[in-house]
């Protein structure tokens, strides 16, 4: 089988070498496939996210884990605070606390579901839980957060037999959704369609292995082009026309004498 023959590509016996500058002419060349794979990619992008998808609100409190009370007199009591952060964190996702919200607010979702919607976090270097719940619903999303804030500074308490922890700030309705992101769906989509609009070109320019020019035969094939043969497009109309211009001719001739 003949050697694999293209304008940016050139198979050697034992490699392959690829130009880039060639490649990148080709791309040029066929921009509007590109162009086409940009806005194919937005349209795609844009209709899942408005469509396939469900936005989710956040909600969020915050809870300080000292009480109005507790006075913080050492480095002691602070490094104590510190250590049950993490403590408190695991309470807050407990089936306990958890299921008791579920009751209280009388939801119809079962543990695992609630708790995959729960986030509770620790912000560096402090001495406050962050806790955050997702829904569909931003009505619902806040009342779970407070309710769920709310069983898990009672628990707390309770836990370690002492006043229950500050509430620095309560879930508000948010207003907003936090997802899905329809500006960074749109872009991916854009990056995706002229990403693999580009590899579609590049694919099949380099699968080609058509020989298109004298300038391919001298090169991959190693031999000397004796004569060329112009290709003549519309030839059928071409050879009506001449026909025709001929007969015109003959006229005018026969015409002047």
Known sequence: MAAKVNNAVSREPDYITIDLLDLAKVIWQKIWIVLIGLVVGIVLAFTVTKVLMTPQYQATSVIYLFSKTTSITSLADLQVGSQLTADFQIIATTRDVVEDVIETLNLDSSYEQLVSQISVTNPTSSHMLQVTVTDPNAERAAKICNALSDKLRDQI???INTDKPSMVQRAVVPTRPSSPNLKKNVGIGALLGVVLA??????????DDTIKTREDVEKYLGVDVLAAFPVVKDYNKSVQSNRFKANEDRRMRERSR
């Open 198 to 207: 580009a590899a579609f070109i590049v694919l099949r320019y380099v699968l």
């Open 157 to 159: 308490a309770d836990i």
